[in-house]
């Protein structure tokens, strides 16, 4: 039987999930070259734009319905395994629409391993479409109409990755508007590799339920304040912005102090093995860095529980499996 801390995230990109065993195995099938970010088992970037790259380049290498299936299946059983209940992963079409396949075929494919995993491990899944900023507004756009047809029955949400300092978010409020009409969930990264105006700005022209990351809100208390006052919930990724360089140590990352303001947050491990991390990985780091015990740490899964992107009766289900 499974012991330990129930857990949940909300912030997983499903192509950073990818593990270099699994690219070079992809490599291999398709006859490419892994070398320039793969080397002794490792992503190599050093810095946000080269860890693009490599998430690029990983991501090139699912090209079938198959390569999805297996890729959401290993991870979610991957994740379960350490006692997850429920995970939300971002997937990008345009990231599948490059390596030729069609988003229906994407979702599809996708799908098939969440259903895999659910009935080995009983995890569930939704998914959030995201499009990716530096692609620019149209491809942003194009990605928020393409969720709002509400392809498949899994896909909940909408939100936007990518390149945090490429254009003002107010030029992306249209695809917003598009995904909120259509009842989605709404999600957009901020707050990572800009400061807190790029926060401020996500809450006036995004109006989102959540924020990606939202750390560098920390810069100023009055936003901090309105975070918590506004009921905004962040999906906090510690691992990854210590990867990332935007805090040089847990002592100096901000989760805690959110949280003791006020602001509802949660754990999460954005790209995984790029960062070193899983799920696990973050609530045992969160649980070192600040003394958490297992009741707290279950708040933060509550928390993510309450903001996930699901059905009344779906999260009923998930949060009776936290008593
Ligand atoms: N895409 C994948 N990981 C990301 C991150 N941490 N920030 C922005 N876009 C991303
Ligand atoms: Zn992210």
Not at 88 to 93: G, L, Q
Not at 124 to 142: D, N, P, Q, S, Y
Request: aromatic share 8%; hydrophobic share 45%; with cysteine.
């Amino acid at each position: 039987m499974k012991t330990g801390v129930k857990k949940a995230e909300l912030h997983c990109h499903i192509e950073g999930a990818a593990s270099p065993e699994l690219v070079k195995a992809q490599a291999a099938k398709y006859g490419a070259d892994v070398s320039t970010f793969i080397t002794d088992d490792q992503y190599v970037w050093s810095d946000f734009t080269e860890f693009l790259a490599a998430y690029d380049g990983a991501a090139a290498l699912f090209r079938s319905e198959d390569d999805y299936a297996s890729l959401a299946q290993s991870y979610l059983e991957g994740i379960a395994a350490e006692n997850a209940v429920y995970a939300e992963i971002f997937v990008s079409p345009d990231h599948a629409v490059a390596a030729g396949l069609t988003p229906e075929a994407y979702f599809d494919g996708l799908a098939s391993g969440i259903d895999a995993a659910r009935t080995s491990t009983g995890i569930e899944c939704r998914m959030t479409v995201v499009g990716i900023r530096h692609l620019g507004v149209e491809k942003v756009e194009a990605a928020a109409r393409l969720a709002a047809g509400r392809p498949h029955p899994l896909i909940t949400g909408f939100g936007m990755a990518g390149e945090e300092r490429f254009g003002r978010v107010a030029d992306f409020a249209r695809a917003f508007d598009i995904a909120r009409d259509a009842g989605l969930g709404i999600t957009v990264h901020a707050g990572e590799l800009d400061g807190a105006d790029s926060v401020r700005d996500a809450l006036d022209h995004v109006r989102p339920a959540r924020i990606g990351h939202g750390v560098r809100a920390m810069e100023d208390p009055d936003l901090v304040q309105r975070l918590a006052d506004e009921d905004v919930v962040l999906e906090v990724c510690p691992g990854s912005n210590l990867e990332l360089g935007i805090f040089p140590d847990m002592a100096t990352h901000p989760f805690d102090r959110l949280h003791r303001a006020g602001v509802k947050v949660t754990l999460n491990s954005d790209d995984p093995p790029h960062f070193h991390s899983s799920i696990g990985h973050e609530y045992r780091l969160a649980a070192e860095a600040w003394g958490y015990d297992a009741v707290k740490l279950t708040g933060f899964t509550r928390t993510a529980i309450e903001a996930a992107f699901v059905d009344e009766p779906t999260r009923a289900i998930l949060l009776g499996q936290l008593d």
